[in-house]
């Protein structure tokens, strides 16, 4: 019998810098699956932030990690939410979201606000039916 991957879907905001936090959430994640049991970390691929550290994560902790590039998508800025949105419809079985405030130059709305790419990726995977957890500096 062939059990499928337990799939993490990691979203965050490029300026999370806070390691305990995602590291401790993946490890409650894993922790009640069953040791053989294959565990896939899909992230936006960031080079920074939450998808970095959760990249690194799963590369020290035997979980396999599914970089998904925006610019596979398109060109800036819309490859992100497509990238968002094909990271989703591929399914996973819980949303881990880091969610940071806005810092972006190209955004007028008020501040504070949390960030567009990891708010709205999250958003996605709750409609999807993904459970989904948040965590906000």
């Known amino acids: 019998m062939t059990t499928t991957p337990y799939r993490i879907l990691v979203t965050g905001s490029r300026a999370w810098n806070d390691h305990d936090t995602i590291h401790k959430a993946l490890a409650d994640t894993v922790r009640p699956l069953p040791a053989n049991r294959e565990i ?22 035997g979980a396999r990690p599914e970089a998904h590039h925006p610019e596979d ?3 800036w800025p819309r490859c992100g939410p497509i990238r968002n949105h094909h990271m989703v419809t591929l399914g996973a079985d819980i ?24 708010s709205g990726c999250a958003d996605l995977a709750e409609r999807a039916g993904i459970p989904t957890r948040r965590w906000t500096v």
Do not use: E, M, N
Not at 40 to 61: E, K, L, N
Not at 102 to 108: A, F, K, L, N, V
């Open 73 to 75: 998508h398109g060109t």
């Open 95 to 118: 949303c881990l979201a880091f969610i940071g405030p806005c810092t972006s130059h190209r955004c007028h709305r008020p501040r504070p606000h949390p960030s567009h790419g990891a």
């Open 40 to 61: 896939v970390i899909a992230h936006g691929a960031c080079p920074t932030g939450a998808d970095h550290i959760a990249d690194q994560w799963a590369r020290a902790y």
